[in-house]
C-alpha cells in the first residue's frame, strides 16, 4: 500500500464504508487535509539504521547490538515479534517524528501496534488456520484511515478465505468470505488505489484451474468497494474480478500516480512479478525469479521497483522508466551487515522510504534476540536510480 508521497498518510479519493463504528481506541487520528498530513522524518533527518544515509567514504556509525528484546538500531519501530506478514504505517507524531505502525503475524492471527520503545500492544487476535500457507496474510488501511480509523485484513479461517473489516474497540465484521481454502494457495494480500477502491489478490486453492475460471475468486486479483460488492468501473459489470491467474501472491502495490499495480507471486517453478491490466489474464510476468528469493511485499516508485525478499537477507531494487518498463536487472540492497535479514512485508511510505517487516524467525533464518521486527528503510539511489548497498 503506498501511503502517498512524502507527505505521508493522506485520503484518497471517496468509498463507502456501511455500519462504520464511531472512531475510538487504538490511538487519536491526526486532522488531516489532502494538501497536509504527519510525516516522518525523510532522508537525510529519518533515524538512520546501519549503512543507511552516510555520505560516500564516510563510515557508518556503529550500532550495539540488540539486548533481549531491545533493539539499538533508530528504524525499529517493534520487535519481539512472530514472523510479520503484513504492515501498514497509521500515524507519525507531528511533534516528534516517531512513527506508529500496525504489523500481522501470520501464524499467530495477531494484529499489533508498534511504536519505537514501546512495547508493542495487541489490538486483535483473529481465529486464523496457518497450516498451509494462510494464516494473518493481508493488511492495509482505509482510504480515509484518519478519519474511519478501519483496517482490513485477509486471513484463512476453518472453512474459507475471507477479507474482514476491523475499527477499534469493535469485532471484525466480515466484508468478503467464500474465497476457497485448500491444501496450498491460501495466502492473500490486500492494496487500494487512487479510487479507493479495495484490492484483494487471492491464492488458487492449490487448484490452477480455480484461476482461470471466471466464476471463482480463486487466483484472482479482486475489485471491491467497502462492502464487499463489485467496485464501480470494473471490467465486467456485476464481477468483483480485474484480473486472474495468481497461485500464492505475496506482495500487492499501486504507484504514487495510480497509473501502475503490480503484483508478486509465488509459481511452481519461480518468484513471479506481474503487472496488472484490468480485464486481462495476468500472463507473462514482468520478471521471474527460478532461484525463489521468496520475492514479497512490493512498492512501485517512480524511477524502480522496491521488493522483499523472504527466503534471502536484504530487498531488491530494479530500475524502472516511467512507463513501467525496467531498464536493469534487479539489484540487491541492504542484503548485507547493516541491515534486517530476511524481509516479507513491504510498503512505501514515500518515494524512497518503505515500512518493513522481517521473517528471520522462519525456517533457515537467522534471528537475533530483537526478531521478528518492524523498521523504517531508506533507498540510497546511485545514477540510475538503482540501489546502493
Not at 512472530?82 to 506508529?100: R, W
Not at 467464500?178 to 479510487?195: A, C, E, Q, W
Not at 477502491?197 to 471491491?224: E, Q
Not at 495476468?282 to 520478471?287: C, D, F
Amino acid at each position: 500500500m503506498l501511503i502517498g508521497s512524502a507527505v505521508g498518510l493522506l485520503a484518497v479519493g471517496c468509498a463507502s464504508f456501511p455500519e462504520q463504528p464511531a472512531p475510538s481506541g487504538w490511538s487519536p487520528a491526526p486532522q488531516l487535509t489532502p494538501q497536509a498530513g504527519p510525516k516522518p522524518e525523510l532522508p537525510g533527518e529519518l533515524p538512520k539504521s546501519p549503512g543507511q544515509g552516510q555520505q560516500p567514504g564516510q563510515q557508518p556509525s556503529p550500532v550495539p547490538p540488540p539486548q533481549g528484546c531491545k533493539d539499538f538500531s533508530p528504524a525499529v519501530l517493534g520487535t519481539c515479534l512472530s514472523p510479520v506478514s503484513a504492515v501498514a504505517l497509521t500515524d507519525v507524531n507531528q511533534s516528534t517524528g516517531v512513527a506508529t505502525a500496525l504489523a500481522a503475524e501470520r501464524t499467530t492471527g495477531r494484529l499489533l501496534k508498534v511504536t519505537k520503545d514501546v512495547d508493542p500492544v495487541v489490538l486483535h487476535t483473529f481465529e486464523v488456520d496457518a497450516s498451509s500457507d494462510g494464516g494473518l496474510t493481508g493488511l492495509t488501511l482505509s482510504p480515509a484511515y484518519p478519519e474511519d480509523q478501519l483496517a482490513y485484513v485477509y486471513v484463512t479461517t476453518a472453512t474459507d478465505n475471507r477479507v474482514l473489516r476491523i475499527a477499534p474497540n469493535d469485532v471484525p465484521k466480515p466484508v468478503l468470505t467464500g474465497i476457497p481454502k485448500g491444501p496450498s494457495g491460501n495466502r492473500g494480500v490486500l492494496s487500494y488505489d487512487r479510487s479507493g477502491a479495495l484490492l484483494v489478490a487471492t491464492g488458487d486453492a492449490g487448484n490452477p484451474a480455480l484461476a482461470a475460471d471466471a466464476g471463482s475468486l480463486a487466483g484472482k486479483v479482486l475489485r471491491i468497494d467497502g462492502s464487499g460488492q463489485p467496485a464501480r468501473g470494473n471490467p465486467a459489470a456485476g464481477s468483483r474480478v480485474l484480473a486472474s491467474g495468481l497461485r500464492s501472491p505475496a506482495g500487492l502495490c499501486v504507484s504514487g500516480d495510480g497509473s501502475k499495480t503490480w503484483v508478486t507471486d509465488a509459481g511452481a517453478s519461480a518468484d513471479l512479478l506481474y503487472r496488472v491490466e484490468s480485464g486481462k489474464p495476468l500472463g507473462n510476468p514482468a520478471w521471474s525469479w527460478p532461484d525463489k528469493p521468496g520475492v514479497n511485499g512490493c512498492a512501485s516508485l517512480s524511477n524502480a521497483m522496491w521488493l522483499g525478499t523472504a527466503n534471502t537477507p536484504g530487498t531488491l531494487v530494479m530500475p524502472m522508466s516511467p512507463d513501467g518498463s525496467f531498464t536493469g536487472k534487479p539489484e540487491p540492497y541492504l542484503d548485507k551487515e547493516g541491515g534486517f535479514g530476511r524481509l516479507g512485508a513491504l510498503v512505501a511510505i514515500d518515494d524512497n522510504t518503505a515500512l518493513v517487516g522481517t521473517v528471520n524467525k522462519n525456517a533457515g533464518g537467522a534471528p537475533v534476540s530483537s526478531d521478528d521486527r518492524v523498521a523504517i528503510i531508506v533507498r540510497q539511489q546511485d545514477a540510475n536510480g538503482g540501489g546502493k548497498d
